[in-house]
């Protein structure tokens, strides 16, 4: 068995980057960039007033105040700014471009009017108020740097730097296939000795948080033909195959052997982690493959832990591993020592209060966590109040 920081790493060395696509901004959200993104022009492309008031020269607030300036003019957002008449203050709003001979702002709170003239009761300070051209981003600087997962707010910065389209990596694709005599869909018929599918729909999720695209495949039965026969299909067309059950050692567990038959190479199949020791991964030609344990939370967190940080790699995201927190403990928590333990935990402010049921087969805990708290594969415990290293659920 591979300990996990070494399978981890392997998994994300054999990752290879897909190619680039250009979308529309609007469709950005999720995706890597595949470019540093550049600013053209400096960003502001002018000098502005941040604030509604009065923009003046200093030299015309010389002496001893206070001192009644007539106001002529008038400059807003999306105009001209007017000439700056000497000696006098021009009526400003916020974004709208400072006149020439202007060098302050006043804001409006602190002006009082006269009819046509403006008292000021103190000097401002030189370019008080005043946003200066290129001081966010110089012309030619990076705005954004190439293997950046869009967010919400990159989208702005990257309409602000005035791109309609962006050069991104493309999407991997995913095909999933679920074996097991006993699954059937979610909300069909049940019959005896059936239960419904959860890992299909959970892991299709998992893959499109990723930024990946997932097609679920007919799920097969347990024989080595039809395991082989749907294998040989749905490589075909994917970038990554994720297997679930049939990796282990029972009699029915026949996918590692029809992956061999297939052509398949496996770099390793076992990892010193719980839940979900049984891993296989390996590749067919250009399609890396992902064989994932059957029960529940074990498919879903090895793929969590495993499968995303690879879908990341192969989209060039400079960040595929999710970052990692502490918390401390609410009560003990002990495991027997050889793997790696990823304990399902809820969190409350900065406890980590890990659920009683850490079956592999039950996803209820798995539902209601916030958290994996990580114990390491030498560790035989941690008492309550101590110190614990975890993985935030929502940062996956």
């Known amino acids: ?45 002018f000098d502005y007033s941040a604030m509604d008031g009065y923009a003046v020269a200093r030299s015309s607030l010389a002496g001893a105040g206070p001192w009644l300036l007539p106001v002529q003019g008038e400059s807003r957002a999306g105009a001209l700014a ?45 370019g008080a108020h005043i946003r200066r051209r290129g001081e966010d981003l110089a012309e ?23 791109r309609n389209e962006l050069l991104v990596a493309r999407r991997p694709r995913v095909t999933i296939l679920c074996t097991g005599e006993e699954l059937r869909s ?56 994720l297997t679930v059950g049939g990796v282990s050692v029972g009699e029915h567990d026949l996918v590692r052997a029809a992956l061999a038959r297939v052509g398949a190479e496996l770099e390793f199949w076992k990892v010193q982690i719980r839940p979900g020791k049984p891993l296989a991964f390996g590749r067919h030609g250009e399609t890396m493959i992902l064989g994932l344990p059957g029960n529940p939370v074990s498919a879903q967190l090895t793929f969590a832990l495993f499968g995303m940080p690879l879908l990341r790699a192969m989209q060039g995201d ?12 609410h009560s003990a928590l002990r495991q027997t020592p050889g793997r790696t333990g990823f304990y399902r935990a809820e969190l409350r402010g900065e406890l980590a209060i890990t659920a009683t049921n850490q079956a592999s087969g039950s996803p209820v805990s798995l539902a209601h966590a916030d958290a994996l708290v990580i114990l390491p594969a030498e560790s035989a415990g941690l008492a309550a109040g101590e110190s614990v290293e975890l993985i935030r659920l929502a940062e996956l």
């Open 186 to 241: 979610p909300g069909s018929v049940p019959i005896a000795g059936s239960i419904p599918d959860s890992n299909g729909p959970s892991l299709a999720a998992l893959v499109a948080a990723a930024g990946a695209i997932p097609t679920l495949a007919p799920r097969i039965g347990d024989t080595m033909e039809a395991t082989e026969a749907a294998l040989r299909a749905a490589v075909r067309g994917c970038d990554l195959l």
């Open 318 to 329: 400079r960040t595929p591993v999710p970052p990692r927190g502490r918390a401390r403990l």
């Open 140 to 162: 030619g600087a990076i705005a954004l740097t190439k293997g950046t997962r869009l967010t919400p707010f990159q989208i702005g910065l990257a309409a602000a730097v005035d």
């Open 82 to 126: 007017p000439t700056m008449v000497a000696g006098s203050a021009c009526r400003i709003f916020t974004g709208a471009p400072i006149p020439d001979g202007a060098d302050a702002v006043v804001m409006q709170e602190d002006v009082s009017r006269e009819g046509e003239q403006a008292r000021f009761s103190a000097a401002p300070p030189l």
């Open 1 to 45: 068995m591979l300990p996990f920081h070494e399978a981890l790493q392997r998994v994300i060395d054999s990752a290879t980057i897909l190619g680039s696509e250009r979308i529309e901004l609007g469709l950005g959200v999720g995706r890597v960039l595949a470019e540093d993104l550049m600013a053209g022009a400096p960003l502001p492309g």
